[in-house]
């Protein structure tokens, strides 16, 4: 059964760099039969998607935040890795890590605060 | 960017109820759609992609259907376990986009 597990800091200060790493079980990123996107959710408010990337690191990112987003893999650790620059408080959200275009498999969410 | 207009936002229904949830898309997408149920604290989970094809394990109550913009997930017999909020989501081009969100309540 592939499962995904977020983890990175909670607290993040204004204008530092968010990072957080989805770690995979139960199945190989190097298979190259996936992609594997972030998504995020503020507080009581809708999903938005952040990027996904694929096994070889092509990468797809919402233009909305394409400019400070960065996503990579690292298959010898099975795992891949978001990276968003200068957050403010509206970057606070619960943020996920999930597979494919339709998600069939979540991560179970990580919370993010951005506040000093 | 396609926009997801999901109605109604909110629904309050009882157990054995039928309930209806309608999206739209802002441009074609043919059946590039997913519907997904979350409970609070919890993240979503896939119930129905393909506009109408049944994710394994989704009991069958649930039913899409669907294609270009206008799309529906029925619940045919509301269970306890059903209230929830529930988005779409389109798959046919980026970024990938999600509906505002119905939340199925308890009359």
């Known amino acids: 059964q592939v499962q995904l597990q977020e983890s990175g800091p909670g607290l993040v200060k204004p204008s530092q760099t968010l990072s957080l790493t989805c770690t995979v079980s139960?199945?190989?990123?190097?298979?190259?039969?996936?992609?594997w996107s972030w998504i995020r959710q503020p507080a009581g408010k809708g999903l938005e998607w952040i990027g996904r990337?694929?096994?070889?690191?092509?990468?797809n990112y919402n233009p909305s935040l394409k400019s400070r987003v960065t996503m990579s893999v690292d298959t010898s650790k099975n795992h891949f890795s978001l990276k968003l620059s200068s957050v403010t408080a509206a970057d606070t959200a619960v943020y996920y890590c999930?597979?494919?275009?339709?998600?069939?498999?979540w991560g179970q969410g990580t919370m993010v605060t951005v506040s000093s | 960017d396609i926009q997801m207009t999901q109605s109604p936002s909110s629904v309050s229904a009882s157990v054995g109820d039928r309930v209806t949830i309608t999206c739209r898309a802002s441009?074609?997408?043919?059946?590039?759609l997913a519907w997904y149920q979350q409970k609070p604290g919890k993240a979503p989970k896939l119930l129905i992609y393909?506009?109408?094809s049944l994710q394994s394990g989704v009991p069958s109550r649930f039913s899409g259907s669907g294609s270009g913009t206008d799309f529906t997930l029925i619940i045919s017999s509301l269970q306890p376990e059903d209230f929830a909020t529930y988005y779409c989501?389109?798959?046919?081009?980026?970024?990938?986009?999600f509906g505002g969100g119905t939340k199925v309540e308890i009359k």
């Open positions: 999930a597979r494919d275009i339709y998600f069939d498999v």
């Open positions: 139960g199945d190989s990123i190097s298979s190259g039969s996936h992609y």
């Open positions: 990337i694929y096994t070889t690191g092509g990468t």
């Open positions: 441009q074609d997408i043919s059946t590039w």
């Open positions: 393909g506009a109408s």
């Open positions: 989501q389109q798959a046919n081009s980026f970024p990938l986009t």
